[in-house]
């Protein structure tokens, strides 16, 4: 059912259902920004509306989108994550592209966009050149994070949590197992992880020194910082400031990471569907993602040497 609250101002109306809606953290804090981006985007227009129901408009909505100056890409991101808020306010048909036809992409005119990934692994150079910038002792904590991240494939969100899973992933790494990741996963979805044989001793030794960086707070976050948001904003002010920006962002460790596991699975013998199908998994995207991981984290890896 619709919510017809109107003690609550709408873009509380709207933060709460774009809270409710779910998903991973990352995911909620940005649908929370999109739909507060919505409504003072309203309030600059003049509009005037106090429920969420007075918004779902095809033509606000579609207005809103074809006043932003950006990629098609990210304006698709923005679009889904409008219908995720207004599904989540009881507006399932208004915000299904399936079923309102003038809110699918291609009626906005922000269809056709590529899903191709911006970001590469980084050179031998080009790591080694950030590696030394973080060895600045201010960034201790950092750099160990980003070695979690490059050679555990894990995001950002993902490698900040870890803490508690520290001493598994010791023990997982010891004895040649998957390492299984459980905190700060999208969704909330834990997912086994094959770390590639070339990556398994800069592993441990990443996971050893985040224990030791980490011991006297066990239920802390790897960034010494006492909330989730502020050490997510640490790690990338320290990104930006040793050079993991552009091409080669946090996410572009991710992308060595697969290149490498993608590698060592075509050395097994394993075809290119069943290294797409674990290279997706391991980055925690599913076995039935491997075109889109070929896409974003493989974009131009070659399948033919």
Not at 104 to 127: F, Q, V, Y
Not at 247 to 268: M, V
Request: proline share 3%.
């Amino acid at each position: 059912m619709a919510q017809r609250t109107s003690t609550s101002t709408l873009k509380e109306q709207m933060i709460k259902a774009a809270r409710a809606a779910g998903g991973g953290s990352r995911t909620r804090a940005k649908r929370e920004e999109a739909a507060a981006r919505f409504h003072d985007w309203l309030r600059a227009n003049n509009q005037q509306q106090r429920k969420i129901e007075d918004v779902a408009k095809v033509g606000l909505v579609s207005a809103w989108i074809a006043s932003i100056e950006s990629a098609d890409r990210n304006k698709q991101n923005l679009m889904s994550l409008l219908r995720g808020m207004f599904r989540a306010a009881g507006f399932e048909k208004f915000a299904d592209a399936g079923k309102n036809r003038l809110l699918t992409n291609k009626a906005l005119g922000i269809s056709g966009a590529s899903r191709d990934g911006t970001h590469r692994p980084p050179t031998a150079s080009e790591w080694q050149s950030v590696s030394e910038r973080l060895q600045a002792p201010q960034y201790a904590r950092e750099a160990t994070l980003f070695e979690l991240a490059r050679t555990l494939g894990l995001r950002v969100e993902e490698a900040v949590q870890s803490v508690r899973s520290l001493k598994d992933w010791l023990r997982q790494l010891e004895r040649g197992s998957p390492v299984r990741a459980l905190h700060g996963t999208k969704g909330g979805k834990a997912r086994d992880i094959f770390v590639p044989h070339l990556l398994r001793p800069a592993a441990l030794a990443a996971v050893r020194n985040a224990l030791a960086l980490t011991r006297q707070h066990p239920e802390g976050y790897l960034v010494d910082k006492p909330d989730l948001k502020s050490a997510l904003t640490r790690a990338q002010t320290v990104a930006d400031a040793v050079g993991l920006v552009g091409e080669i962002s946090p996410h572009s460790l991710r992308c060595d990471f697969a290149w490498k596991l993608a590698d060592q699975l075509r050395a097994e013998g394993y075809d290119k569907a069943s290294v797409l199908a674990q290279v997706s998994m391991s980055l925690g995207h599913g076995d039935g993602r491997g075109r889109y991981c070929a896409q974003v984290y493989l974009r131009g890896y070659r399948w033919d040497d």
